[in-house]
Structures are given as structure tokens and as C-alpha cells.
Nanobody
Framework: EEQLVESGGGLVPTGGSLRLSCAASGFTSDDYAIGWFRQVPGKERNGVSCIMRSDGTTDYNDSVKGRFTISSDNAKNTVYLQMNSLKPEDTGVYYC???????????????????????WGEGTQVTVAS
């Protein structure tokens, strides 16, 4: 059974850093993408970043460019999201998800969604104190 488990969330002050991990198990192929999403109460999940494990191609929401870095350790079947210079608006539950690619739907409001994702983790809470 394909499973994703997130870890690394917590409470940090503004300007702090966290590293989220997404550990994958049960996948029979390495040719898939991992996306990170953030969700706050009353709103839809929004794409933060995505990486294609086979070639390392990445994508970022404009709101996190220059602050967040996504990476993959394929030997450990784990994808990381290094989050630096955190802001209160980064607060939310962070989910990782797996799918065939990092295809994205986006609009000018900042909404970004990696639409191929079909396996989801349970999420990890990130809270940035103002």
C-alpha cells in the first residue's frame, strides 16, 4: 500500500526555519512527483512546491520562492521542504502528496494546485508566531 507520512512541523517565531519531511513507502516505481500543499481553516489546499523525483525538476509558489527549498533523497524515499525566513502567513497544515507529475493549475490570486496528486499524507501543523 502506498503511504506518505509527514513530519517536522512545529511552532516557530517569525524569521525562523523548519524542515518538513515526507517519507514515502509502498511505491513500486521512482517515477513520481511529490507536492507540498498548505491549508488554513476555511480555505482550499494550495500548492507550495513540487518536485519530480526522477529528474529533480521543481516548482514553487511565488509566495515562497527564495525562502523554501524542496529536495529529494531518493535512496531514503524522502522529500524535504526546507522553510526559511518564515512568516505568519506561512501558518497552516502542510500536506505532502504523490502523483505522476507536477502539472499545475494557477491563477493571479496566488492559487496554485498540483492537479495530478492522488495519494495524500495526514498533514503536519506549522505555526509561525507573529
Amino acid at each position: 500500500e502506498e503511504q506518505l507520512v509527514e513530519s517536522g512541523g512545529g511552532l516557530v517565531p517569525t524569521g525562523g526555519s523548519l524542515r518538513l519531511s515526507c517519507a514515502a513507502s509502498g511505491f513500486t516505481s521512482d517515477d513520481y512527483a511529490i507536492g507540498w500543499f498548505r491549508q488554513v481553516p476555511g480555505k482550499e489546499r494550495n500548492g507550495v512546491s513540487c518536485i519530480m523525483r526522477s529528474d529533480g525538476t521543481t516548482d514553487y509558489n511565488d509566495s515562497v520562492k527564495g525562502r523554501f527549498t524542496i529536495s529529494s533523497d531518493n535512496a531514503k524515499n524522502t522529500v524535504y521542504l526546507q522553510m526559511n525566513s518564515l512568516k505568519p502567513e506561512d501558518t497552516g497544515v502542510y500536506y505532502c502528496a504523490a502523483g505522476p507529475h507536477c502539472g499545475v493549475e494557477a491563477d493571479f490570486s496566488g492559487r496554485r494546485y498540483y492537479y495530478s496528486m492522488n495519494r495524500w499524507g495526514e498533514g503536519t501543523q506549522v505555526t509561525v508566531a507573529s
